[in-house]
């Protein structure tokens, strides 16, 4: 089993839709969890980070399931500009270090 | 805010020739930096953490004598792809992590990546 298992895509939604992503990870000793975006071509942004108690950002929303080991994140409103791969990220420490990245989950909004 | 310069951003080689990868942290110290390395459709996967001063740590897999790794200086760590071959064509991306205050752990910063293309 992969260490961080993402839907690969392309998800193809209108503009103005709401759609989620979903992320499992297999090291039930990780202890920091991350979405990052990444651009075609370019290195990957960090988008945010994951919280227990779920946590929001804008038009983005985040959350985080311990005992599933599953981590979501929900785009309200998707803008064009929101097309990209976005990138479930776990690290088995707190913090930053040896950052174990998903293959990422394609978003494609289209006007 | 904090950012991470790579240079080149693309290189086209030959096969057999060495390529150097330089990364830089511009405006933080880095005592880590990490290089990762991605293929088309793949995830980033992390090749070697490597600290200033010493040497490098590399992942499973991952030849220390292929990937020369230099960290010199707080700012400055080279990534030496020796004797190039296809099979290495690659989108190589480097990471830095802030210094910061004791404890406290900072964000990874990635740099721009260096898309290497043996022929």
């Known amino acids: 089993r992969k260490e961080v298992e993402q839907d690969p895509g392309p998800f193809n939604v209108p503009e103005g839709a709401t759609v989620a992503f979903n992320c499992t990870y297999s090291?039930?000793?990780?202890?920091?969890f991350f979405w990052y975006r990444q651009d075609c071509r370019k290195e990957p942004k960090l988008l945010m980070s994951?919280?227990?108690s779920g946590n929001e950002d804008g038009r983005f929303t985040a959350q985080l399931n311990r005992a599933s080991q599953y981590i979501s994140l929900l785009i309200r409103d998707s803008k064009l500009s929101d097309s990209a791969t976005y990138l479930c990220?776990?690290?088995?420490?707190?913090?930053?270090?040896?950052?174990?990245f998903g293959k990422g989950t394609m978003l494609l909004v289209s006007p | 805010g904090a950012v991470v310069s790579q240079h080149p951003s693309w290189v086209i080689c030959k096969s057999g020739t060495s390529v150097k990868i330089e990364c830089r942290s511009l405006?933080?110290?880095?005592?880590?930096m990490f290089w990762y390395r991605q293929f088309p459709k793949q995830s980033l996967m992390l090749m070697a953490t490597?600290?200033?001063?010493?040497?490098?740590?590399?992942e499973q897999g991952v030849e220390k004598d292929k990937f020369l790794i230099n960290h010199a200086s707080l700012t400055l760590s080279t990534l030496t792809v020796t004797s190039a071959h296809p099979e290495d064509s690659s989108f190589y991306i480097c990471?830095?992590?802030?210094?910061?205050?004791?404890?406290?752990?900072?964000?990874?910063?990635f740099g721009p990546g260096t898309r290497l293309t043996v022929t």
């Open positions: 990471s830095a992590r802030d210094l910061g205050l004791a404890g406290v752990t900072y964000e990874q910063y």
């Open positions: 090291n039930s000793a990780s202890q920091s």
């Open positions: 994951v919280y227990s």
């Open positions: 990220v776990v690290n088995r420490r707190k913090g930053y270090s040896t950052l174990t």
């Open positions: 405006d933080f110290q880095a005592t880590t």
């Open positions: 490597s600290n200033e001063g010493s040497k490098a740590t590399y």
